[in-house]
């Protein structure tokens, strides 16, 4: 039984997180996982996360209010959203980055998955700020030329800084562009919500507490690159002053209105979904989410627990195996049945 999840934090105000408890280090090639997510990654290089990158979804939601302040509630229902489409339930554990043994089988009984965060179109989706469609090969890498048009749009429409109005164009313009590109595009409800909020995340969560203003704080470019290309605490970082969830995400909603839907029959032919929740059907998320997060999914891996013991004999060898430098393959490579 992993337990209740971790409470608010007692004091949660305004601290320095970039302190001597938690040095950057930067991952070990093969060993650490990392993935989509800025915030996570520079949580475990900082040592807020395991540096592993296998992590409860305890260990997350107090991470993220440690290190960023974020909300307890709304910590909790991210992370235990992607909890439960990209990790274990049977072993408590997650991968913020790809696929291994680390988190126990790797294989389960279709439509289960296991993937860790870089499963797409689970928790992780398309036209993120800086990282590219899954159907372009890499949806989980920094992205160099996706960030230069952070840079732009920042520099055109935010005077200098990422904020409300040039997070607002860059969201509507990374939509625009996997539509026009990606014939695999998916915007629909879980991901239509995910993606207007983690276009607030940096607004919210990168800008230093001292210098905070809530959803109209001013990101600068040098803390941007900080976070999302190193990803690292800059110097001296403090966390938010107080708590915030996606406070704002109304704002890029309603100021660049794009109604939830895919393209169908190639790139380019857009089609909105009724079906899909947004704002003003929020409710109907769980019609969205349930077949997919818990019927399905969930309800497989649990079948999958006989196979549990087998697995982490398995898995006992495969760390064994890699931790001496063997050739067994790297993490997340051999699949279940061939081990
Ligand atoms: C993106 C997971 C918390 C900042 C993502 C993505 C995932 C993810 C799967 C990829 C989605 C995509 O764009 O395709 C999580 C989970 C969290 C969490 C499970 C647990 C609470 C945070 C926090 C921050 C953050 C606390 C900020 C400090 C971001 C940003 C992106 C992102 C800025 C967008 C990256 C981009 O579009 O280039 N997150 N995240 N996340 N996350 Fe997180
Ligand atoms: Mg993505």
Not at 77 to 100: E, H, R, W
Not at 217 to 229: C, G, I, R, V, Y
Not at 257 to 267: C, I, L, S
Request: glycine fraction near 10%; aromatic fraction near 12%; charged fraction near 15%.
């Amino acid at each position: 039984n992993p337990g209740p999840p971790p409470g608010p934090l007692a004091d949660p105000g305004l601290k320095l997180v970039n302190d001597a408890a938690h040095p950057y280090q930067a991952p070990r090639p093969h060993l650490d996982h990392r993935g989509p997510c800025p915030g996570l990654n520079t949580l475990a290089n900082h040592g807020y996360l395991p540096r592993s990158g296998i992590a409860t979804p305890a260990q997350i939601v107090q991470a993220v209010m440690e290190g960023f302040n974020m909300e307890n509630t709304f910590a909790k229902f991210v992370t235990y959203a992607a909890f439960l489409v990209d990790g274990n339930p049977i072993t408590n554990l997650m991968s913020i980055g790809g696929k291994t043994w680390r988190t126990g089988i790797i294989e389960p009984p279709p439509p289960a998955t296991v993937g860790g965060l870089n499963t797409p179109a689970m928790f992780e989706g398309d036209a993120s700020l800086t990282r590219g469609d899954f159907y372009f090969g890499d949806n989980h890498s920094f992205n160099q030329t996706l960030f230069d048009q952070f840079v732009e749009y920042s520099n055109i429409h935010g005077g200098g800084f990422y904020n409300l109005e040039s997070a607002a164009e860059l969201r509507y313009r990374r939509i625009q562009q996997s539509f026009a590109t990606n014939p695999e595009m998916s915007f629909v409800s879980p991901r239509w919500f995910v993606a207007y909020a983690e276009s607030m995340f940096p607004i919210l969560f990168f800008v230093d507490g001292r210098n905070h203003d809530g959803p109209w704080s001013n990101l600068t470019m040098d803390t941007a690159e900080s976070f999302f290309k190193d990803e690292k605490f800059p110097d001296d970082f403090h966390r938010a002053p107080a708590p915030f969830s996606f406070e704002g995400l109304g704002y890029l909603v309603t100021s660049r209105p794009m109604p939830p839907g895919r393209n169908v029959g190639g790139a380019g032919n857009y089609i909105p979904d009724p079906n899909s929740a947004d704002l003003n059907s929020f409710c109907k998320i769980s019609m969205n989410c349930d077949p997919l997060f818990v019927s399905n999914i969930v309800r497989a891996l649990v079948y999958a627990s006989n196979d549990v013991v087998r697995a982490k004999k398995t898995i006992r060898r495969e760390v064994t195996i890699g931790e001496r430098g063997g050739t067994k393959g790297a993490w997340g490579q051999c699949s279940y049945a061939a081990c």
